[in-house]
Every structure is written in structure tokens, then in C-alpha cells.
């Protein structure tokens, strides 16, 4: 029988995002915000019970448009049951994450009144999620009609230890009053994603004493079981119940003052898209007897320290600056529970697998804002997810295919195939340099690590084919260069342009690095060297024309150069008066202007050649990154989340500190302010990595991997930081960066 | 009861479209090419008994494409019966005009073995389209499979006088053999509109001895009333039935060799959306008994004679040239039938209420392509064309100010409310030209009749509020110059370019013709001014603001350019290798490259500096005309059905005859060749109108009443040509242009 008792404990705010009282408004910001997982599987924070006031399996049409700025659906809550590469067809939107069945679902009800945070009478509420161990908290009491006072503390985690499982935790306390507590507890498949549903059918188990459970086919052919069992510290869950939505649990309780139990559910979630081998059946069983066999004491102190081996390696120590230091906290948390790390099939979805807003789908931003994080804290990781790259290679070729080139050209918007999935023309069509971006990644990955054997056995196929691809959609001009036309580069607020100097610079470094990796391959083994030619039908004409398109490729800018021009064609944009369109400059630039007047107008979405200049650092003179600077900030709207990030680095190079320390608050307000409520549709989790990279690149000054052998520090600390201490794999060594106000240490750990 | 004969009639091939053959291949193209109605209805010439292979009902979603190109759902038949103005909304198509219940249904059974053209053993078969009077027959012999043969003969025709009544009729005589003939005839409503039901509620009456009837209430919120009674020349049709789909009549008739009899259907039609007063049913009802009261002959009479006189206003004869004169009447017929020439609610749409696939919209098409043939045929339906834009003046506001801007922004895609309903944004932001087509058309409208009192009354406030559209949508150059980017022009196959000429042309046209009718009425009559000004709000600093941007409004070209560029950016596109892209140029060019490539290259879908030369003609020299046009041919796909008239207009003009021969050819067979089967998916009603103006204006070389204010020809006709006579209207005078090889002759009529 299950102890009476729960373990409690202190709120840390420097661990803990803590939400000190409800608000109907905030609800789906901490949905977001407090979303669990291990890499296998991801739950928003929702409520156990619910809101009566919302339905989660409403069904609409979702369309496809610019989704920074549309407007989602469902104000209050929406559900998230998220297993990476469980995906379905949406017949508008394409290849998209399935929002699964929930299985965190618990019911009260005193004499008729559910349980709601919305409509019932609720006190001394707090919630907060534990960033050490992943741990979801909740306390408040509940002061029913009937007059039964409840007091009610949950606890819940999805296991790091063990990934298929999740433990959920009440205890419940009567302070006043008496009354019947009903209870129901169970999974509930009455989910759609996007208004769409997934499931094919579902199939519910009740029979055996021990457990129920609910198999769903989808309709992208995979089967998801979910078994949970509940057991409390009496006898209370005599029945178990079925209907067209539910599976659940079902128990009752007489209460009166004094009285207390606790009440626990395990559930265990397998799927046929698993690495591990066995019966679907058996294998969700197996997990859960673990639990029964070992206890809840055990299964928690693996779980928590799975989480204190993640924050070994990661975690960024901040004196002098609480609400940074948590903000960096959260960014890290949440960019390891997205992290597959064992599984090259997915990577890390645009809402770190916290939202439905993206659709789970894979951009540039894994490769340019999350890659430095897993390299110097979890190289494994990192290999990892520029091997998704190389195992959608087919896809991405299929791609190049259908716009009727050769060779491989990645998915503006890619899912588990590589195949494009971006419903809107204008980004998939013509943002090609996500294409080239793969390649820089891995090649920092290569310099980061020293993993040549990556390129060998992987990322020359990559740069093969890639460069196979950029040859063909380069333009000759009669002018003598090569160029790319309709391009749309970072900025995402000019379609198609001519010679985006970003992708410019990128395919540049891409076709030289590949020319590069393909000579050092032949010096080291020339049969091997033969063997790859071979595998990869490659000729040494078609070499030559890797070299001819990268010599002759425009690149519109050098070093005598004050303004580099976003593209040839930027000039020829309109000015725009920002203060009279831009009202309110706390909602995005775009609300306040159509999409045709935007597009033919000089503002930019985001950082563009920034962050060229950002990734190419060597390039540019000290003064061209301050003209640049100068010239591109007022006109740059940061209406995306990977922009502040760019403009904070930069400023912090530059010693700009005042400004640097604005663009800070911008990229923690990005998902923890409680007036943006930026994490309602999930977690920005590239701006999760932009922040990493803010703090280590920008304030601790450290040179990229990508151009650095050595580690080498030019900190920048913001006005009030004492110290921030950073843990950095470098080649294989551990490292431990120690940065004050006036001194900086670079210390090897063992 | 009826006669048991019915009227046949001889093929005249220059009056008759006919088929010889059956074949499905052709059997869409057939059925859009035999469209009949009457401008108040529209009815595809599928057969009565339709295909037992394709169901009419089938629900998809249609995505938001290029239309263009789309590759269209049932290749074999799609019912169509279509009212203007009758129109309900798409999730994703938006408005759209709704395909009715299908109310020509008539179907017959031998033994089991329904009638089926695809299916059945027919000989003898042969079906044609008398432009004449708009009569569909059909001609065939059935040989059953029990033995029986049928000779059948249908009639049907939707009356042009009577413009809510249908009448079918069929002779069947047994040939040989002898067996039960059983007979359904009715209304139904398994009909989807591009996969979509817009049905909410059908409500059947049969109890009446009289009649049958279909009520339909539509998404749109309208009621459409379809009544039909049934008769034979002896008593057949005992029985009234009806399920989910349809309400029939039905009928045995035991038949053996030398039997024979008529079975006569007339239904009427009628809608809360009809300009007549009274409640439907009544309405419905009275026009049946109207057709038993007088009788067939009677109503048919009235019938030809109405149009009989449409023929006398318009017919185009020309000798020397069957097949052009065939096609130039199918033309002319299919803009008779497609406009409503007394509901200024309505206009006409791009594929002539022949078929979804342009979802019953109205674009340029109306103005430029199609206005001159009514402006000099039947000028008050020309001016009812241009009425309807003042109509929708609301709805062309609300998408100003929808953009952002003040005054009136005409739809790209426009229903019957004005608002813009063009699903692909490139088009709908961009393709802002026809706002300013619009003034063009109206301006043409007025020289070409005279019609002042139409400026007075409408036409100053549509040309007020659309300049004050264009000062806003303009921007500001640096050089010294007002400038139009992000424009498509009338090549949609270049999405946003900057300074299309065609575009400023047009809206310095636009604006200098709204500050000239200004600057008249002022002259005219002081208090009527004050009145205007009034009523627009008006104020002289406005008008200097429209005069100052119509003198800064860029013109990228002069009399001294030799080649003018379609666009500033136009020399930066990619020039294309045609011939090794373009492998099958009986298909259209968009097939054989990805919109991502062809939005950066060098290929026009459609005329567009030259459709500037053709509506400015005194503009440029003839060197220049010459010019752009071995320029631009060369790089012209042709794959917009808008642009073979207008190059093959300039090729006369030029008189390079061969060169004219040429596109006349492809005019022609736009809708006319069995090969391109292209009115399968309705008319292609702009280029009826293109096949109009290439006679008028091109051979015949009538200058456009837009610049001239006599009649001025200056012909030059094909090789083989020996006579064209035309019927025109000029400033209110019937007028009869004769042109043969060596002269003409301007003949005024009475």
C-alpha cells in the first residue's frame, strides 16, 4: 500500500519557475512553460483535471500562414502529449507532430462540484516547476460548496531514468467539512492537433485488476500504448470506466476534517516506433512492474540523478543576477528534455516539442541556435542531431527533385522524412539556405570535436550532395559571377531577393569546405577516396565545377565595405516611419502592417547580415560590425525569436553593455515574461540556445569552436554580474570557464 | 398532351458546334463547350442521364493553387448549374459561386441496363450546339442488351425570353426488338461545388399532381426553388419518387419495333436573390403554367427571337475562314449567355458560369478583355459591367483599409461583394493593376458612348476613392519620384517586382483622368461640385496630392527606348534555355518548371508591356511597337489563355500576317481544339472577348473608341480572309463595318 505521505519541499528561485497565483489569463503561458520530459516523450503543464470551460478535441481547419504572427486558437489550455517522430498527414499543413492521447488525467468531485481552477473557490495556490529534477509541483485548497475544505498537493514527473514512464502524485488533506471526494483518473484520447484528428481508432483495456490502458492507431500508421495504474494509500479505486473518450479509474472517498490519503498513477507509454524490441503490450508492462517492484523511492532517485548528470555538464552558474540565472536554468532544462539523445530518427522540433504551433517541425534553428549548447555540453548529442541531417539525406534530395535540380537540397521545414513540409510557398520555395547552414553546422560540430570520422562516414554525402544541388541552382550572370536569385535569407521579411549576402556567404563556405574535406579524403586514403567517388558517382568534372561555382559565386561586400547591403537589391525597398506604424512596440512590428506593404518595405524580421557577421566573426572588421550594426538595428523588428539573441552577442562584442543588457531582458522576456506570455504554443527553444550563446559567446566572450582551436575568452559581464561559470567541452576535455568582472580562468576538470 | 414529334434540324457548320463522335476524353470539354444559359442561368451540357462512372457529390478539400496549372479532379464529367450572384463560402477557397442541383436529370433503363454514353452500345451518335438559338441535340441509337434498339433524339434549351424556365424534350422510336422502357426524370441535388457541400437544407415536394419540385437552402443563406413537370405524348409518368439525392418522376413504357413518343421536361427556376417581386413558389409555378397555357412553339418562338436580336447586334461574318467563323460565333454566343445584362449585382466570371474552376470570380479579365465587345454591341450591358464596380465600391474600401490605406482597393478576385477573395496571396497583394483597369474600362466605356451622366453618377467616386488608394500605395523615392513596388503585373509569373510599366501606366492614367473629370465638373456646375466634394469629403489639398503623385508617378521608359523593360528589376531575372526546358510546348510552360525557378527567371506567362502598347497604341512608335515585341514573344509562355489575342492583335497591326495567322490559330483553339480539350473546365470567356478584339481591332483595324473619336479602320486581313462584316455601335449609332482584301466600307444603319 502507498505511503500517506508525499515528499515536499522548498521553492529555490534560483531552480524554480514558480507560479504564485492562478490566473486564467497566464494558464496556457505556464502550459508551456512547465511542459516535462526526457527526450522520448513531452506533456505540457496542463491541470490533471482540466478546464470545464475549454474542450481539447475541438475540430477545425487550421490554414496555413505566417505562424509568428498568427493568432491560436484556445486561449485558456490546450493540451500536449508529444512522442518526437510520432507524426500524421494534416491535409493542409502537411507532415505534423501528433498531439497524443492525455494521460495525466485526474478528476475530483465533491457532491456534484468538479474540481476547476477557473470556477472554483481556490486558495493559497502556488505551483512551480523544480528545474533540478524536471518536478511539477502544485498546492492550493480547494473550499468546496458542500463546505469541504480540501487541501491538495500534486507532484509529477516524466522520468529521465526511465523514459517510458511518468509518476503523478496527490495527497489530499480535509481541513474542514465533510463530504463524498469523488475520484477518476485515466487517459483521455478526446485530442486533436490543430483541430485535426490523428487516431484512427482506439482500443481500451480494463479487464486485468492491475492496470487499464488505451492503444492508439494513427493515422501515420504507428501504434501508441499508454497503460497507467492507480493505486492510493487505501483501497478507493474499486471501478474502472469506458466511454467514447475516456478510460479511467474510478473511486469515492467520505471525508471529514482530519481525514488524508495520497493517491499515486503511474503510466507507461510505448509505441512501435521504439528502439527497444518486444510486444507492445509486454514491453508496457514490464515498465510499470518496475515500478511496483521497486517503489516509488527508487524510481525517483534514478530519475533525479539522471537530471544531476545533465546539469553537471551544463549547467551556467550566474552570481549577481537571480532572474537571468533562472531564465538560463529554464533555457537549459528545456533544451535538454527536447534532446533525443539517443535517437538520430527526430531532432528538436521549433517549440521544443511544447506546442503544436510548428507542427514538431525541424528548421535552421537546431543546426544555428541550439548546435553550440549540445557541443560543449553534450557532444554525443550534437553528432546526433547533424546525423538526422545525413539519415533525411533522401529526403532532401527528393526535394531537390521536385524543383527539378540534382543532388540534395534540406527541407525549409523538415519532418522525420526530409521531405518539404513547409505549407507556405514563400519560405519553402526560397529559403534555401537552410540547405547550407547543415553544412557549417557540421563542419563547427567536426572543428568542435575533432570527429573526422563524421565527414568520412557521413557528412561527405552531405556536402556532395548538397553541392550537387547549389551548382545547379546557382544563375550565371553575363556580368562573369554566379549568383542566387529569389532568395529569401533570415530576414523573413523580404521574400525574394537577389544575392542574399548570408546565403551567399554560407553556400560559399559550403561548396569550399566540401572541395576542402574531398582533398583532405583523397590525401589520407586514396581507395577510399576511390570507393567514395565511386559510391557517390562523382567525377572530378563535376569537382571542378564545386570550384568554379565557389570562385565565381557572388559575394557582395569585402572588407572595404561599410554597409553590406542585406541583398543587391535592398536599396531598392521602401523606407518605412516606424514610429507611426509601430504603435505598440510590445506586440510585434507585423500586426501593424499588411504582408504586401511589409514585404516591399526596408524592416527586418530578424537579424540577416548580423548574423552572418555573428558566424563569420573573422570576416569583418570591428568597425564594419558597428557601421552594420548601426544601420540594420533601427530597421530590424526582432518580430522573430532568433534575433535578440544575434543583436545581444554583437553588442557585447562591441562593449556596448547598456545595450547588450537590453537585448538580454528582451531574450528572457522571449519566454518568461508573464506579459508576453511567449510560451502559450511552447517553448522558443532556439532562443533557449540563443540565450546560451548569449552568456557564453557574447558576456564570457568565447570564440567558436568553428574558428578556434584553442579556447580562447574576451568576456563582456553586464553591469550587476559578479560571476558565471560555465562547464565547456572542448575537444574532448571537459572545462570549466570562470568569468568575474575584472578576471577570467579557464580551468580543465577531470 | 404533346406532339409526339419534335423539330429537327440540319447541322449548319458555320452556326453549329458539333460532335461527331463520342468519346470520353472529350466528354468535359463537350460539356463545357456546350454551356447553355441565358445570363440569369447556366447549365453544363453534361448529358441528362449522366455517367454511372462518376459520382457529381464526391467531397475533397480543393487546395489554394495556381489554377492555371492545376491538374483538375474528374476527367470525365462535372455537372455545372450555376446562377450568378448565387455564391457561399469555401474554408479555404473562400467565396465562391455555388453549383446547383442538377435539374436536367432524365434517365432510361432497359431491362436493367441503364443509359450510359460511356457504357452502352450506341451508334449513330451525334450531338451539336446551335448557336442560332442555344438548342442542344443529341442524336443516337441505343442497342440494348435485351434486343431492343432505341433511336433517340434530345432537344433542350434554357429560353432566352423566359429566363427562368429549362425545356427538355426526347423522341424515342424503337427500332427493333421489344422490351419495358422505364424513365426517371427530376432535379438532383448530389452536387459538390470543387468538393464542397454548400447545401444546408434540400426540401421536396411531389404531392402535387403537376409538378416536382427541389428547394434549396444554401450556405450562402439563399433559397433556390426548382420546379419541373413532366410530360409525354401519351400517359407515362404515373409515379413520383424521391431519396436522399434527388426527386423523380417515373415512367414504364412496354416498347416493341415501330412505337414511338416525346416526353417533354420543363423546369423552372428561381431564387430571393431574382430582381422579380413575389414569393417563389408562386412565381415558379406561374412560370410552368405560362408554358402549359401557351404551349411549346409559342415559348420557343419567343425564344429564337430574342436571340435573334442578340444575333443582329453582334454577329461577325466572315467569308473565307469556316473555321474562325465558327469559333468567333462560339465566342460571341458564350458573352451573350454570359452576361446579365440587367443586374449590375453581377458580373462576368473568368470561366463564364461554365464551370468551378475560377470559383465563379470576376478579375480584369471583364474590362479589358471582355468590355469592348458589349461596349460596341450592346453598350448597356456594357455599362452594367462597369455599374457593377460601383456596386461593389464598398467592398473594394474595405480591402483599402484592410491593407492599411484609405479609399477603394478593387479585388483582385472579386464575388458579388467586392471584398477580395483571392486565396494565393501573391496575386491577391500584389496584382494591384486592376484597380486602376478598372478606370481605364470606365473611361472607355464613356468615349466610346458619350455617357457623362455615368461619371456624374458613379464613376467620380469610384476614381476618387481609387486615387486615393494609389497616393497611399505609392512610395516615396529618394531620386525624386513616386514608385510602385511589390507589383505583379499583368506576367504573373514575376510575383513582386518594382515599377511594373504596365501598372504605373495605368495609374497615371487613372489619376490624370480623376483630377480631368474633376476639373469638368467643377466647369460644369459649380453647386453640383460643392455637392461632390461633399459627399466625398474632399478638399483641394487632396486633389493636389492626386495631381502631384500623377506627375512624380514613375515612367521607366520614354519615345527614345527601344526595349522597354517590363520592370526596374526585369534585366536582373535569369534568362532561361527554353528549348531545353520547354520539352513539349503543347503543354503549357509551367509544367516543366517549379514556381521557385520560374519566379526568378526571365518568362513571361502573359502579354504585358505589349498589353500596354495595345491599350496606349499612340504612345509608341511603330519601331518601338516592333521592337518589344521581337523582345518579348520569345520569352512569352502563352500559358495565360489572355495573351495570344494581344500579341496576335500587335502582329497585324505590324502586318506580319504570318505571325497573326499563328495566334489566331491559338485563339481559336483555346476552347475549340479537341486536343486541348480547354473548355473542359469551363469558358474561356476573356478570350472570347481576345478572339473579338483581335478581329475588330486587329484584322478589321478598327481604332479603339478609348483614343478616337470617329471610326477609323486600318485593316489587315489573314491571306485567306475575303470578307469580314461587323456589326458596331459608336457614340449611339448602329454602324456595319465591311472589309474585304482591298477595302472597307463604314456603313451607318438605321
Known amino acids: 500500500m502507498l505511503n500517506k505521505n508525499i515528499r515536499t519541499q522548498e ?59 498568427e493568432k491560436p486558437r484556445h486561449p485558456k489550455t490546450k493540451w500536449g502529449t508529444f512522442i518526437p517522430g510520432i507524426v500524421g498527414i494534416h491535409p493542409l499543413l502537411k507532415m505534423e507532430m501528433i498531439n497524443l492521447p492525455y494521460f495525466l488525467e485526474l478528476d475530483f468531485c465533491v457532491m456534484g462540484e468538479k474540481l476547476d481552477m477557473e470556477q472554483c473557490k481556490i486558495r493559497e495556490y502556488k505551483r512551480w516547476l523544480d528545474l533540478r529534477d524536471g518536478c511539477l509541483h502544485r498546492g492550493f485548497i480547494w473550499e468546496t460548496k458542500a463546505g469541504l475544505h480540501l487541501k491538495l498537493q500534486y507532484l509529477r514527473f516524466i522520468s529521465m531514468a526511465d523514459k517510458h514512464l ?17 475520484m477518476d483518473g485515466g487517459i483521455n484520447w478526446g485530442v486533436r492537433t490543430n483541430g485535426y484528428n490523428h487516431f484512427k481508432a482506439v482500443r481500451t483495456a480494463v479487464d486485468d485488476a492491475t492496470f487499464i490502458s488505451a492503444e492508439t492507431i494513427t493515422d501515420g500508421g504507428n501504434r501508441v500504448l499508454m497503460i497507467s495504474s492507480m493505486e492510493a494509500s487505501e483501497e478507493i479505486f474499486a471501478d474502472k470506466v469506458t466511454d467514447s473518450k475516456k478510460v479511467m479509474y474510478h473511486g469515492n472517498k467520505p471525508m471529514k476534517a482530519g481525514d488524508y490519503f495520497t493517491i499515486q498513477k503511474v503510466t507507461s507509454v510505448v509505441t512501435d516506433r521504439d528502439n527497444e524490441a518486444g510486444f507492445l503490450e509486454e514491453r508496457g508492462k514490464n515498465y510499470l512492474a518496475v515500478v511496483q517492484e521497486q517503489g516509488y523511492e527508487k524510481l525517483y532517485e534514478r530519475h533525479l540523478q539522471a537530471w544531476t548528470e545533465k546539469w553537471r555538464a551544463s549547467d551556467i552558474k550566474i552570481t549577481g543576477d537571480d532572474k537571468v540565472q533562472l531564465a538560463m536554468r529554464a533555457s537549459i532544462y528545456h533544451l535538454i528534455r527536447s534532446n533525443c539523445e539517443n535517437d538520430s530518427r527526430v531532432a528538436i522540433c521549433a517549440k521544443g516539442y511544447a506546442g503544436e504551433a510548428y507542427f514538431g517541425r525541424y528548421f535552421w534553428d537546431t543546426e544555428i541556435n541550439m548546435l553550440p549548447f549540445f557541443l560543449h555540453t553534450n557532444p554525443e548529442a550534437a553528432r546526433n542531431l547533424i546525423l538526422f541531417r545525413y539519415n533525411t539525406l533522401e529526403g532532401a534530395k527528393k526535394n531537390a527533385r521536385a524543383y527539378g535540380y540534382e543532388g540534395a537540397r534540406y527541407a525549409w521545414e523538415s519532418s522525420i522524412t526530409g521531405e518539404e513540409q513547409c505549407p507556405c510557398w514563400q519560405y519553402g520555395d526560397h529559403e534555401v539556405h537552410i540547405t547550407a547552414d547543415i553544412i557549417y553546422a557540421m563542419v563547427h560540430y567536426v572543428n568542435g570535436t575533432g570527429d573526422m570520422d563524421f565527414i568520412r562516414d557521413y557528412g561527405i554525402d552531405m556536402m556532395v550532395e548538397t553541392a550537387r544541388y547549389w551548382v545547379q541552382r546557382v544563375d550565371w550572370n553575363k556580368e562573369g559571377y554566379y549568383e542566387l536569385l529569389g532568395v529569401m535569407g533570415p530576414d523573413e521579411y523580404l521574400p525574394m531577393t537577389r544575392n542574399n549576402v548570408y546565403t551567399n556567404r554560407m553556400v560559399k563556405f559550403s561548396l569550399s569546405k566540401t572541395i576542402e574535406y574531398l582533398e583532405i579524403l583523397r590525401n589520407e586514403n586514396e581507395i577510399g577516396y576511390l570507393e567514395l567517388k565511386h559510391r557517390l558517382g562523382l567525377n572530378s568534372h563535376e569537382i571542378e565545377k564545386f570550384e568554379e561555382v565557389k570562385e565565381k559565386l557572388k559575394i557582395s561586400y569585402d572588407e572595404s565595405s561599410e554597409i553590406i547591403f542585406q541583398s543587391d537589391d ?75 539573441a544575434v543583436h545581444g552577442i554583437l553588442a557585447a562584442w562591441m562593449g556596448r553593455m547598456e545595450e547588450a543588457e537590453k537585448f538580454l531582458e528582451k531574450v528572457v522576456a522571449i519566454d518568461m515574461s508573464l506579459e508576453k506570455k511567449g510560451a502559450a504554443e511552447g517553448i522558443h527553444i532556439a532562443n533557449c540556445g ?20 584553442e579556447i580562447k575568452l574576451e568576456p563582456h559581464l553586464p553591469g550587476t554580474w559578479e560571476k558565471v561559470e560555465i562547464p565547456i567541452m572542448w575537444h574532448g576535455k571537459q572545462y570549466r570557464l570562470i568569468v568575474t568582472k575584472d578576471s577570467y580562468e579557464v580551468r580543465e576538470e577531470s
Not at 512547465?34 to 475541438?58: A, C, K, P, W
Not at 506586440?587 to 548574423?611: C, H, M, T, W
Open 690 to 709: 540563443g540565450l546560451w550563446q548569449m552568456v557564453v559567446y557574447g558576456f564570457a566572450g568565447l570564440k567558436s569552436a568553428m574558428w578556434e582551436s
Open 570 to 644: 535592398f536599396k531598392s525597398y521602401a523606407d518605412l516611419d516606424f514610429n507611426t506604424i509601430w504603435k505598440d512596440r510590445t506586440k510585434p512590428f507585423g500586426d501593424f502592417i499588411s504582408q504586401e506593404k511589409n514585404y516591399r518595405s526596408k524592416a527586418l524580421k530578424q537579424a540577416d547580415v548580423l548574423e552572418m557577421i555573428l558566424l563569420y566573426p573573422q570576416d569583418f572588421t570591428s568597425q564594419q560590425l558597428s557601421h552594420n550594426y548601426d544601420y540594420y538595428e533601427p530597421i530590424t523588428t526582432h518580430d522573430s525569436s532568433l534575433s535578440a
Open 11 to 69: 521553492i529555490d528561485h534560483q531552480w524554480c519557475i514558480a507560479e504564485e497565483k492562478f490566473s486564467i489569463d497566464t494558464n496556457k503561458h505556464f502550459e508551456g512553460l512547465f511542459t516535462q520530459g526526457n527526450g522520448y516523450m513531452h506533456i505540457r503543464g496542463s491541470f490533471e483535471e482540466g478546464l470545464e470551460s475549454t474542450v481539447q478535441d475541438e475540430e477545425y481547419l487550421r490554414m496555413p500562414v505566417n505562424v509568428t504572427l
Open 166 to 182: 511518468s509518476i503523478q502524485q496527490v495527497h489530499i488533506q480535509a481541513l474542514s467539512g465533510e463530504g463524498n471526494l469523488a
